[in-house]
């Protein structure tokens, strides 16, 4: 897909940040304009149709502190595995 040139109006104190970080990074101000552009047209998508998400049934209620340990052992595991 092509690009299209448009202007923007941005607050001074934005632009100065995003002209750092495009310096640090190394990278131009108008590729992190286009990142910033096409992070919020992803978040602002729609779809028409449901999406097929499979429900599991563990056939019980699974409470927060179940879930919090489950988490927390996962992070453990995934640690362990790293080292």
């Avoid at 992070?39 to 699974?62: F, N, Q």
């Amino acid at each position: 897909m092509g690009l299209k040139k448009t202007t923007v109006m941005v607050d001074e104190s934005d632009l100065e940040l995003i002209k750092q970080v495009a310096a640090r990074e190394g990278r131009s101000e108008a590729e992190i304009f286009r990142e910033a552009f096409h992070l919020v047209a992803i978040r602002g998508r729609r779809w028409e149709e449901d999406w097929d998400i499979p429900v599991v049934d563990l056939g019980r209620p699974i409470g927060d502190e179940e879930v919090r340990r489950a988490v927390g052992d996962a992070i453990a595991g995934s640690e362990d595995r790293d080292q």
